[in-house]
């Protein structure tokens, strides 16, 4: 499920100006919605910018720190796949280097492909999800965090077409690199962590 929005915004953003018309499309029709989105969009994208996403793994961190019993389980992994997901989207940019859309309400620095908000924030959410879901919560409320954590990311990244700054396929693409990395990140970590763990046990 996570390659399919990966080679899909990939194959569209690759395939030349053949889909531009159709990109443009998408962004016209979420216009619509302008001026009265303007002011909720303006924030959710603020929300999801490099500084809202290290504001909000920077508060992980303390209060783990704080609770020490959840530093190695929930702030240590959640900071590490913030950090991953930003190198790999910093380095893809770099070597694709796609042009921001000429259709672009709001200046934006850095490349296009793919999307920085819809990646960092998806990889944020979905490795805060995967913690949390590890910790004893009831069911209603695991629920209520799936939905919230995967629509959040979702819809910055829709706030980036809104604006013009992304292509409809830099999202996507972004949202699927996103999750990937949180969950590719995830699996290491804990993997490293356990064994470290069943190590230090068998010492003592």
């Not at 996570?2 to 443009?24: Q, R």
């Not at 962004?27 to 303006?42: C, K, Q």
């Amino acid at each position: 499920m996570l390659v399919i929005p990966i080679a899909l915004g990939s194959f569209i953003a690759f395939s030349g100006d053949k889909f531009y018309e159709l990109e443009k499309a998408i962004f016209n029709a979420v216009r619509m919605l302008a001026p009265f989105a303007d002011i909720p969009s303006r924030a959710i994208t603020e929300l999801g910018s490099a500084v809202g996403v290290i504001s909000v793994t920077a508060i992980i961190l303390i209060a783990t720190i704080i609770k020490k019993e959840y530093f190695f389980t929930f702030g240590l992994p959640v900071a590490a796949t913030s950090i991953v997901s930003r190198i790999i989207n910093i380095t893809i940019k770099n070597l694709i280097d796609r042009e921001r859309p000429d259709f672009k309400v709001l200046q934006a620095s850095e490349s296009s492909f793919p999307s920085g908000h819809a990646q960092n924030n998806m990889a944020l959410y979905i490795s805060i999800l995967l913690v949390a879901l590890l910790i004893d919560i009831a069911p209603k409320w695991r629920c209520t965090l799936k939905i919230s954590f995967i629509a959040l990311p979702i819809i910055i990244g829709i706030t980036r077409i809104y604006f013009g700054v992304h292509y409809v396929s830099d999202v996507l693409a972004g949202l699927g690199i996103g999750a990937l990395v949180a969950v590719v990140t995830h699996y290491i970590y804990f993997k490293i962590y356990y064994n470290l763990k069943e190590k230090s046990n068998a010492k003592t």
